[in-house]
């Protein structure tokens, strides 16, 4: 038998599950769909509703609401799911919405995760794990964000755009182009800044990776010849190296929307 904790003041609907050790605080409402595992805590004023579960250790502040219907007129009521995953951590009035049908039926949200204050994941995104979206920052549907991003405050991700591993966006900044695995990019209408060094040092990247990912970089953003043809010569060049190749991957796998490149063309590393 299932050992939680629900606030007398919280509203549990018929057919939600708990899992052991949970603890659904204060004037939380949970909806009849949804999944809590074990030790999820909703601290007070939370709202979880929508077919939506939710990994175990993660914590939910007050006034976040969860799982409510998409921002998109095309949603018809569809049962779209969402799923948070392990351990994750969603600050007071962030707003995270399920997928649609035009965008496969899913939001996905990975370990770790730490999304802060009134920040907001759209309909139909994918989040890999320990993705940080500071204060304000915003991810509007069907973006991919990969493990270990970080958005700075206010920073907003138009529709499509992917996010590479590992890369950081500054602070204000509107993204309306795919960056790189590693990548920096800074500004409204952003351009790539660079490689994001300092989260490579900080994760104890090999020094010797991190020299190799600078020079390929340098060649993938340099002006000669095309795009193509600087990716397949950094692809060759470095064929053996990790980082690299993932860049290499990523845009070789590029869809619709653009690629941010470096202001003026050049590059910063």
């Given at each position: 038998?299932?050992?939680?904790?629900?606030?007398?003041?919280?509203?549990?609907?018929d057919g939600a599950k708990i899992g052991d050790?949970?603890?659904?605080?204060?004037?939380?409402?949970?909806?009849?769909?949804?999944?809590?595992?074990?030790?999820?805590t909703l601290i007070s004023h939370v709202v979880v509703e929508g077919r939506t579960s939710i990994g175990a250790g993660t914590t939910i502040?007050?006034?976040?609401?969860?799982?409510?219907?998409?921002?998109?007129?095309?949603?018809?009521?569809e049962p779209s799911t969402l799923t948070i995953g392990k351990n994750c951590t969603i600050r007071e009035?962030?707003?995270?919405?399920?997928?649609?049908?035009g965008g496969g039926m899913k939001t996905v949200i990975g370990d770790n995760c730490l999304l802060m204050a009134s920040s907001h994941v759209a309909h139909d995104c994918q989040l890999g794990n320990n993705v940080i979206i500071a204060n304000y920052g915003g991810v509007a549907g069907h973006c991919q964000v990969d493990d270990f991003v970080i958005l700075g405050g206010s920073a907003v991700l138009h529709q499509f755009v992917r996010i590479g591993a590992h890369a950081f966006i500054g602070a204000q900044s509107m993204v309306d182009a795919d960056v790189i695995p590693y990548g920096m990019a800074v500004g409204n209408r952003a351009k790539l800044a660079g490689l994001n060094l300092v989260g490579l040092k900080r994760r104890k990247f090999d020094r010797e990776a991190i020299?190799?990912?600078?020079?390929?970089y340098r060649m993938i953003?340099?002006?000669?010849?095309?795009?193509?043809?600087?990716?397949?010569?950094?692809?060759?060049?470095?064929?053996?190296d990790v980082l690299v190749q993932d860049v290499v991957n990523?845009?070789?796998?590029?869809?619709?929307?653009?690629?941010?490149?470096?202001?003026?063309?050049?590059?910063?590393?």
């Open positions: 038998m299932s050992q939680f904790l629900v606030h007398p003041s919280a509203i549990v609907a050790g949970a603890t659904v605080g204060p004037y939380c409402l949970v909806g009849e769909h949804v999944e809590l595992a074990e030790g999820v502040y007050p006034f976040a609401s969860v799982g409510h219907r998409p921002q998109d007129l095309k949603f018809a009521g009035n962030a707003t995270i919405n399920p997928g649609t049908r020299h190799s990912l600078r020079a390929a953003f340099s002006s000669e010849g095309t795009l193509r043809e600087r990716v397949e010569d950094a692809s060759a060049l470095f064929s053996d990523f845009l070789s796998n590029r869809a619709d929307r653009p690629l941010c490149m470096p202001r003026n063309g050049e590059p910063s590393e």
